[in-house]
């Protein structure tokens, strides 16, 4: 099964800090049909999840700007210019490119 | 709207069998396909399985043994079947829609007693 590992665990940041968040593939997550099925997800405390990056780079519908994604093969980076206290909570990378999908470990990135 | 609803027993006995149901709206299980992720207390998310639009489905590896994901597309409901549950069993059960996890349900908290 591949494995994405997630880095740092924890992250702490001032409201208005852009962060990083890594997640690195055991394996390409380059699909034979060109597409890369990396995914980035935030959970608020005590919510469900939430979709905020699709395909690697693409924002979901109504996702703030601030929040992008970057990455090929098993690099992958999630960035948010300008941390917002509403972005508090759990980022999961998840990949779809090999079944069985896997998830990342997580990333809580919490006030400073 | 689309809408997905997790429904089910919230406490079930160690060595039995668990059955959820995830009722959805705003969409066609045929055009889309449904997965189930778990979260037990206090940890990470947890990828079960899918069923694909086309009614295959692909499970978690160490899962797989005791694990089965069927629909009813006149219904638009997807029914997860696991059985054997043990205590580390007790997760939150979610239901999303596939393939890029856009919608989600609420989830059910599942216990497993001993």
């Known amino acids: 099964d591949v494995v994405l590992t997630q880095t740092p665990p924890t992250l702490s940041a001032t409201i208005g800090q852009s962060v990083s968040i890594s997640c690195r593939s055991s394996?390409?997550?380059?699909?034979?049909?060109?597409?890369?099925?990396l995914h980035w997800l935030l959970q608020r405390p005590g919510q469900s999840p939430q979709l905020l990056i699709y395909?690697?780079?693409r924002l979901e519908s109504g996702v703030p700007n601030r929040f992008s994604g970057s990455g090929s093969g098993t690099d992958f980076t999630l960035k948010i210019s300008g941390v917002e206290a509403e972005d508090l909570g759990v980022y999961y990378c998840?990949?779809?490119?090999?079944?069985?999908?896997?998830f990342g470990g997580g990333t809580k990135l919490e006030l400073k | 709207q689309v809408q997905l609803k997790e429904s089910g027993p919230v406490l079930v006995q160690a060595s039995e069998t668990l059955s959820l149901t995830c009722t959805v709206s705003?969409?066609?299980?045929?055009?889309?396909?449904v997965i189930w992720v778990r979260q037990p207390p206090g940890k990470g998310l947890e990828w079960m399985g899918i069923?694909?639009?086309?009614?295959?489905?692909d499970y978690n590896s160490a899962l797989k043994s005791r694990l089965s994901i069927n629909r009813d597309t006149s219904k638009s409901q997807v029914f997860l079947k696991m059985n054997s549950l043990q205590t580390d069993d007790t997760a939150i059960y979610y239901c999303?829609?596939?393939?890029?996890?856009?919608?989600w349900g609420q989830g059910v908290m599942v216990t497993v007693s001993s």
């Open positions: 999303t829609r596939g393939f890029h996890f856009d919608y």
């Open positions: 705003g969409f066609s299980l045929t055009n889309y396909g």
């Open positions: 069923i694909w639009r086309n009614g295959n489905t």
């Open positions: 394996q390409s997550l380059l699909h034979s049909n060109g597409n890369t099925y």
């Open positions: 395909l690697v780079s």
């Open positions: 998840v990949q779809g490119t090999h079944a069985p999908w896997t």
